[in-house]
């Protein structure tokens, strides 16, 4: 059973306007949780990272966790055509180590 | 930024070949990662490595996989030999830290298996 669940799968915003990803998980002993960004051709690259229940904001990302149902999502405000690219969301047990990756949301800001 | 680089980005062999997949992590980085991403699928933690050793390894990390960093080179898997289910990307990454830390991704090696 995968782990780490992402929706959606796909999405579409406008120039400008907000993008929210979702992630659940099935392990309630995971404790820290990272969205990374790919574009095509490259890496993931971390954007980033929660430990603690409620919203994190970094510039037009914010993220926000909730343990007790399993629950992060990502919203990013004012999206830019740059923002295209795959999400992941990635969970680890401790901070050490591995990480549990969901399959991704693909985001695609239309101009 | 910091890059992790990957050499190649892609690699056919036949079945029961060995492969090497090359690594070359970020400089200071002393926290190693294999990651297999089947097609359509979840990127999947593979092994990790610290000082010369394997720390932890999933069910995924067959007996005829393993990993090395000889002398401060490139950190490498190998797979010998190939199956057909070894087709996949490989991602490799590397940390500074043991704890807390992000991890710094390749972009992934190509391994098709025929």
């Known amino acids: 059973q995968q782990k780490v669940q992402q929706s959606p799968e796909s999405l579409s915003v406008p120039e400008g306007g907000m993008a929210s990803l979702n992630c659940t998980s099935s392990?309630?002993?995971?404790?820290y949780f990272w969205w990374y960004r790919q574009h095509s051709g490259e890496g993931p690259k971390a954007l980033m990272?929660?430990?603690?229940?409620g919203d994190k904001k970094e510039g037009r990302f914010t993220a926000h966790l909730n343990k007790a149902s399993l629950h992060v999502s990502l919203h990013i405000r004012d999206s830019q055509p740059s923002d295209s690219a795959l999400y992941f969301c990635?969970?680890?047990?401790?901070?050490?180590?591995?990480?549990?990756f969901g399959k991704g949301t693909s985001l695609t800001v239309i101009p | 930024g910091p890059k992790v680089l990957q050499i190649p980005s892609h690699q056919i062999i036949d079945m029961g070949q060995m492969v090497t997949l090359n690594c070359d992590p970020v400089s200071n980085h002393l926290y190693f990662y294999w990651y297999k991403q089947i097609l359509g699928q979840q990127m999947e933690f593979l092994v990790n490595?610290?000082?010369?050793?394997?720390?932890?390894k999933s069910k995924l990390f067959k007996d005829q996989f393993s990993v090395e960093r000889p002398d401060g080179s490139y950190f490498t898997l190998k797979i010998q030999p190939t199956a057909l289910e070894d087709s996949a990307v490989y991602f490799c990454?590397?940390?500074?830290?043991?704890?807390?830390?992000?991890?710094?991704f390749g972009p992934g090696t190509r391994l098709t298996v025929l």
């Open positions: 990635a969970a680890s047990h401790t901070g050490y180590q591995n990480f549990y």
């Open positions: 392990d309630r002993n995971f404790q």
């Open positions: 990454a590397s940390s500074r830290d043991r704890n807390y830390a992000e991890q710094f």
């Open positions: 990272s929660i430990f603690s229940d």
């Open positions: 490595f610290y000082n010369g050793k394997v720390m932890e």
